[in-house]
């Protein structure tokens, strides 16, 4: 074996001592409760959030994003690919590739993602491989076959409403697939309520008036999400408003539109996490079906 | 093959054997302007009816004939099964056609090298015979060194094989029919006192060939091997198949893995001898009754695991529809690698990150393997630019390789490469296509103001700011003259909403009502 080979192989050697050595530590502290050899989370980019979120996302987790109407999900599908984004920037060893699986029911308003559009929005379409079982007891065991891929970086489940299938024990099933694999795994659910899931964050979706423009003035601007941290499981949640930036592909906080429905609050609210059989939840879909709240066929 | 004749009636046959006083039971088909008899059971010839009767004549024999249509298809596609089902002795099946009717009505199996792994020619014929009247099916078959030679031993003749050499010989007394010929060619020979091959065989060839055709030469040389003849075999031939038989026949599914698994690890040593990794293989599970279940997997890149191959298989079975139907068991399972690509040596690290089966590309097999293939897609770009049109979406599986690296490497995806990469500021296209742009009522300024107030599913919109038109023209060398063209609005409610919209058909010019249609969401 010649010198240089050798020094290699020891260096190889070292690192993967130096990787057991902070496993142990971490596990030491009681945080590691996988091989999460990729710790470092992923920032969001807008500072509050990140402070919120102790640094950043998670990286190998599930994510609950959700939108409560059906309009919204253009907001939900953007913050969720946005992250998607920003799992493939970040750029961990060997992880390309966003899988989106699309649940049966999702198909029924007849939208799918458009690779002009996302190729503006500062994603590679040929990365996005497009899974769509016939049900939903397939696209769950495509995404937990996904959430255990080590060469992905992200993986996006797109389910419409509270389906009974995909419980809390899914979704733990999910959590613990992507901790081991370190994939960024988001769950885009259309029109959900909130309910009991094993995810470590629960984001709800708000569309906001876009940003005035100076120079044109009725033109429309860039877009604008309210954010909600519903839930999180490591701390703090809050409300801000956000803005994408698809060139350097990150998210920034944005002022809020003078004409705006909902003035986020100076500091972040703290709300409990709600079960899903509270009294006085909302109720099951498809029995309530309001026409000016929705526009969803079949929420 | 006498049964393969009577389509779906055979099952009929059968039962009735059990009744001795039902009525006999014959197929008819329309022959030369007459409905006539083209199959007919052992009760029917022994009341006096003849093949090639018309139905009127056997009416009159026998009152209470039991007769049925003949359904082409239902023949043809239980001699496709058989045929299936032949390929447990030799991977060259083909189907031989009858020169009357030019229908489907034999079947040819080429099986140089297979004898010897069934003990032997008499074992092999013993065994495919024997097994073919245990399914219900009347078999005439003849083993012969030449396609021709067996096709017409099978017919006309007596022996079942004929020695090696000897078919020149046999072939000699039999009648002119044997050759494959028309019917109006025979009878023409049969005119002039010409009857049986022999008589053919030794005249000479110039004069025969210039009054009754050069096709008379070719089927007689073709019988007696001085002419070669390829047979073009059903089902493409594998590059490599192995196969386990068993004599008590296997049932559970744990065994079928089992037996996967040491398939795929016997074909791994081949294949890297050849340099080769597996793209495609199927697998072939011959039920005792006669039932062949066939699976397929494909993968992405060329795979050289045993148990990659296996765990594939594995998700193939857990996404069929109902069970595989293992019945009374299998008998012979068989793996093929149809198709198979140069393996690109690339060294495992020493340290491998990736634990073997967990890349990208193992996850897109084991995803196309359980859901189908087609389930499973990457977006190729067109040329276009009307929006629905400007995208499509293909099955990783026919793309090639997937990730960035594909590309450059993949050639069939080189519209890939048109991918607009600049992200800028402005967006003009939207995250989320309707993949049929929705009617929508819309007031509008006239003639080409933007939308002021829209409704669309059911709920009313006011339009707070608005950008456009993009005016997008239509493909008249694929609409014809009287597409439309389409102005493109962005749109934003007054509660922030964005939607992307278009105008069909210039006010005007192409319309005097033009109609609105949303086609997309921004995020």
Redesign the interface.
Known sequence: MSLSRLQT?TD?LKA?TRAYEAQAYRAHRGMALGDASEARPLPLGASAVDHCLDGGLACGGLHEVRSPLA?????A???A?GLAARAIEAGR??R??I?WISGPATRVD?????????????L???????????DLQ?AM??AD??A?????AALIFQIKGNPGRFDITATRRLMLRARQ?GVLALTLRQSGEEEASAAATRWRVN????GADDI?E????????LLTLERNRAGRTGQWLLA????D?SFHHAAPHPAS?SKPPAHSLDRLPASADRPGAPGQMGQVLD??Q????AS | MHRARWGKSWIAGRILDAHPDAPPVVVTDTVRNAIRIVALDKRARARGIKLNQTLSDARALVPGLDCHPADDEANRALLLKIAGWCERYTPLVALSSDPASERDHGLFMDITGCAHLLGGEEALVADLEARLRAQGFHVRLCLADTPGAAWAMARYGQERIIAEGAHGDAVLPLTLSGLRLPPDMVASLGRVGLKTVGCIAGLPRAPLAARFGARLMQRLDQALGREAEAISPIMPVAELSTERRFAEPVTHQDEISHVIAALAAGIIEPLERRGLGLRRCRLKLFRVDGHVSELGVQTARPLRDARMIARLFAERIA?LHDDLDAGFGFDLIRLDVVHADPFEGAQTE??A???AG???????D??GA???LD?????V?AETHI?ER??G?QP?AHLGA???G??RSAAGNAA?AL???A??????????????P?LMQTIAEVPDGPPLRFR????SYEV????GPERIACEWWRDGRGARTRDYF???D?????FWMFRHGLYGRETSEPAWYMH????
């Open positions: 192989a190889i993967r309009r919204d999900i253009g907001a599908t953007g913050f690919l060893s060997g390309s590739g899988v007849g939208g799918g993602l458009f690779p002009a559009g996302l190729a503006q929005y500062g590679d379409p040929s990365l996005i491989t497009i899974v769509e079982p016939g397939g065991w495509a076959e996904a255990g891929c080590n060469g992905l694999s569309t906001e008036i876009s044109l009725r033109g429309v601007g860039a877009m604008r999400l994408w930036n698809p060139k592909r429905r026409r000016r929705d526009f969803g066929r | 996404g020493m340290m990150h990736q634990a967990q890349g990208h590309d193992a996850l897109v084991r995803l359980r859901l189908g389930r499973v897609q990457r977006f770009l929006p400007s995208f979406r990783v997937p990730g960035p594909a590309r890939l991918a607009p990469e992200a800028g500021e402005i967006i003009t296209r939207p995250l989320i296509l309707f993949d049929r929705e669309w599913r059911g709920v707070a700011r608005s950008e962005r749109v934003e007054r509660q922030g909403y964005r997309g969401l921004f995020a």
